[in-house]
Structure formats: structure tokens, C-alpha cells
């Protein structure tokens, strides 16, 4: 069976600081992958997805980058990090043919103090 | 006018109560719809695909109206357990790949 996995859990970290959240999938091959944020008490925000290795879509404009180096590894980066990048962020994968259910990790939620 | 629009509630009905929720959205291209439960600061997950038949998993009922362009989700029999915050997603293929998620629902069943 599928299972995917996000490290780390909890993450404090001061503005101006770098960012590295990673996730992997296994059971699968040739997923898409997705990155999401989401706010106290708000809604997910997709922030990127990829449908191959080295396939970045960005969805919002922002300082944050992802990278996908290996087939079910996905990054999220920032080389600084701002107050507004606190949030809950979800990495999930989804078949490479649709109707694209998406099933999540456990997510890593982030404190930019 | 957001993409995909829910009522946030909450919804606080007794258990046993039979509760549905209503989520629009606002592309008529789109091709694939899901309902996911997501606990306190917990990840979601996946509840239930909705299909224009519309489908059936036990005590929840997904239904898909295009015409109208929302889906809808009932959950009969409500237990303590339901307690959490519903999500719809809505997928669009057309034009590139784009998926939605409703800001939510959220309920709560009191005994």
C-alpha cells in the first residue's frame, strides 16, 4: 500500500531564516505531487504540484521553491523565510491519471517567529 | 465570486441527526469532485469521490449537480465521531490542471 511521509512534524524557525520540508511517497511510482499551505483557520492554498521529476508548476507567487530530485521525493524551500510563511503545510500525491484523488501526509506545521 | 464556496458553519446538531452540506463552484469545466474530513490539526482525508449518479458509503451520501454546479454531502445517523470539518475539492483538467479546495464546514454532533 501507498504511504507517504513528511518530516519534520513541528518546525520554529526565525524570519530570515531558510526553509527545507520534504516529503516522500512510497508504494507508488510516477506520482503527482502536490504542496499546499494552510493558515490558522483557513482554507488549503496549493501552492505547487509536479507531474514528473524536474516538473515544477507554481500556483502562487511567492519566496517559497519546490523541487522534485527524485521520482517520490518532493521540497519545499525558501532561502528567507517571512512572519506570513507560519502555516500547516501538506505535501500529497495523487495517481498520474485521473479523476486525481490526493492523499496527504501528516504534515509539518511551521512557526516563523 | 471564490471558485469553490462552502458554508463555514459551524453546523451543531445532536447526534442521530441527519446533516447535509452544499459546496459550489463557480467552472463549469470541471471534471472531478471529492469530500474530505479533516480533524483539529490533523491532515484531511479522503471521505468520498462524488459522481453525477451519485454514490453511497454507509451513513454519508455524496450527490453531483451540474446544472447547478455544486455538490452536496448528507450524513445520516451522525455520531460524536463525525465532529470535524468538511472539505470539497473541485478538479479542473481543462486548460491545465487546477484543484481547488473549499475553505469548509465545520460540525459539531453533541450528545
Known amino acids: 500500500s501507498q504511504t507517504i511521509h513528511q518530516w519534520p512534524a513541528t518546525l520554529v524557525q526565525p524570519v530570515g531564516s531558510p526553509l527545507s520540508l520534504e516529503c516522500t511517497v512510497e508504494?507508488?511510482?510516477?506520482?503527482?505531487l502536490y504542496w499546499y499551505r494552510q493558515a490558522a483557520g483557513r482554507g488549503l492554498q496549493l501552492l505547487f504540484y509536479?507531474?514528473?521529476?524536474?516538473?515544477i508548476s507554481s500556483e502562487v507567487p511567492q519566496n517559497l521553491s519546490a523541487s522534485r530530485p527524485q521520482d517520490r521525493q518532493f521540497i519545499l524551500s525558501s532561502k528567507k523565510l517571512l512572519l506570513s510563511d507560519s502555516g500547516f503545510y501538506l505535501c500529497?500525491?495523487?495517481?498520474?491519471?485521473?479523476?486525481?484523488?490526493?492523499?496527504f501526509g501528516p504534515g509539518t506545521r511551521l512557526t516563523v517567529t | 465570486r471564490k471558485e469553490v464556496e462552502q458554508d463555514p458553519g459551524p453546523f451543531n446538531v445532536p447526534e442521530g441527526a441527519t446533516v447535509a452540506f452544499n459546496c459550489t463552484y463557480s467552472?463549469?469545466?470541471?471534471?472531478?469532485f471529492f469530500w474530505y474530513r479533516q480533524d483539529c490539526r490533523k491532515e484531511p482525508k479522503l471521505l468520498m469521490s462524488?459522481?453525477?449518479s451519485g454514490n453511497e458509503d454507509g451513513r454519508f451520501t455524496a450527490q453531483l449537480n451540474r446544472a447547478s454546479q455544486y455538490i452536496s454531502l448528507l450524513i445520516r445517523d451522525s455520531k460524536l465521531s463525525d465532529s470535524a470539518t468538511y472539505l470539497c475539492?473541485?478538479?479542473?483538467?481543462?486548460?491545465?490542471?487546477?484543484?481547488?479546495f473549499g475553505a469548509g464546514t465545520r460540525l459539531f454532533v453533541k450528545a
Open positions: 475539492v473541485v478538479n479542473t483538467l481543462t486548460g491545465g490542471f487546477k484543484t481547488i
Open positions: 509536479s507531474v514528473g521529476i524536474g516538473q
Open positions: 508504494g507508488t511510482s510516477n506520482p503527482n
Open positions: 462524488v459522481y453525477s
Open positions: 467552472n463549469s469545466a470541471s471534471q472531478s
Open positions: 500529497a500525491w495523487s495517481g498520474g491519471t485521473g479523476p486525481y484523488e490526493q492523499y
